[in-house]
C-alpha cells in the first residue's frame, strides 16, 4: 500500500495487487484516495524518463480473472490447494508432479504408465443446478492411453476434469479414439435423457497449450478455444447425477480412468455462466 499523500508514478502502479492512489493531502487513503486494482502491465502508461519496474520471471495471474460465482481455483503451482476460498482442496493420487506451465507451475499427469491424478471431495459447493463454468490450460504430451475395455492404444480418449460416474455426469477431455480429428470440449448427460456435447476440433493441439472453458445454462452448452467460441448445442447439462459425486482432475472417476498424459493449469470452476469476456479475461497474462 502505498502512503496517503506521496505521489506516485504510474510506473509504481504496476504491480500485482491492490494499490491506492491518493487524491493528496493526509489521512486515511481509503476516504480520499483511488482504488486502482486490475490494472495490467502497461508500458506506454509511464511518463518518459520513469522507472519502469522489471517484468518478473514469470507472467504474473490474470488479474482480471473474474471472483464472482468462483467455486474453485487450481493454480498448481506446487500442490493441488483450492486458491477460492471455498475449501475445496484436492488430494494427489499417486504422483503428480509440478512443472513449469503458463502461469508459475502447471500439474503434470503420467499418462496410463505413470497414473496420477488429483482427487476433490465432493461439496455442496460443487453441486450446480444448471448453471456453470470450468476453465483451465491444458496441454497434452502423448496421446496414448486405454480405450474403454482397457486395451493400449496409440491413440486414447483424456481426461482433465470429470464430475462423472458412467454413463451419466459431465467430463471435459480430449478425445482420439475412433475420431479423424482428435476433439476437446465437455460433454455431460443432457435433460430429457438427450446427450449435450460442444466437443472442439483441435488438429495442432499435442505438446501445445490450449485454453479450454465450457459454460452451461438455460441457453445450452458452449465451449471456448483459445477465447472463441467453437461450438454450441441448445441442450444444458443435467448436473442432479453428478451432483452425487467427487471431482476428479486427470482421470474420470469411474471404472474406465483414462488418464491424462499431459499437463493443466489454471483450473477455475463457477456456479454461473461467464460471458465471453471473462472468459478471455481469465486467459490474459498469456
Ligand atoms: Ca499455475
Redesign the pocket.
Known amino acids: 500500500m502505498a502512503p496517503a499523500g506521496k505521489m506516485i508514478p504510474l510506473a509504481a502502479v504496476l504491480v500485482a495487487g491492490t494499490v491506492w492512489l491518493s487524491a493528496g493531502g493526509c489521512g486515511d487513503p481509503a476516504a480520499q484516495g483511488i482504488l486502482v486494482e486490475d490494472i495490467a502491465l502497461l508500458d506506454e502508461a509511464s511518463e518518459p524518463g520513469s522507472p519502469v519496474p522489471s517484468r518478473p520471471p514469470s507472467p504474473a495471474p490474470p488479474r482480471s480473472a473474474t471472483k464472482t460465482g468462483l467455486v474453485a481455483y487450481y ?3 506446487g500442490d493441488a490447494r483450492d486458491a477460492s476460498g471455498r475449501g475445496n482442496h484436492g488430494q494427489i493420487r499417486k504422483k503428480v508432479r509440478f512443472v513449469p ?6 500439474a503434470r499427469f503420467g499418462g496410463v504408465d505413470a497414473p496420477g491424478c488429483v482427487y476433490v471431495k465432493n461439496s455442496e459447493s460443487l453441486k450446480f443446478k444448471r448453471a456453470f463454468t470450468i476453465a483451465c490450460y491444458v496441454q497434452i504430451l502423448d496421446p496414448a492411453g486405454k480405450d474403454g475395455y482397457g486395451r493400449r492404444a496409440d491413440k486414447a480418449h483424456q481426461v482433465f476434469v470429470a464430475k462423472y460416474a458412467d454413463p451419466s455426469g459431465w467430463v471435459l477431455y480430449a478425445h482420439y479414439n475412433g475420431w479423424k480429428i482428435p476433439t476437446t470440449g465437455l460433454t455431460g448427460n443432457g435433460r430429457g435423457a438427450k446427450w449435450a456435447g460442444a466437443r472442439v476440433p483441435t488438429t495442432k493441439h499435442l505438446k501445445r497449450w490450449m485454453h479450454l472453458a465450457s459454460v452451461s445454462d438455460a441457453d445450452g452448452l458452449r465451449t471456448y478455444h483459445d477465447g472463441k467460441l467453437v461450438k454450441s448445442t441448445s441442450i444444458p447439462v443435467d448436473f442432479a447425477q453428478a451432483n452425487r459425486h467427487p471431482m476428479w482432475i486427470g482421470r474420470q472417476g469411474n471404472t474406465f480412468p483414462f488418464h491424462l498424459n499431459g499437463m493443466i ?2 483450473l477455475r470452476i463457477y456456479n454461473r455462466s461467464l460471458s465471453q469476456g471473462e472468459i478471455q479475461g481469465l486467459m490474459r497474462s498469456r
Open positions: 493454480p498448481f503451482d506451465g503458463v502461469v508459475g507451475k502447471a493449469d489454471e
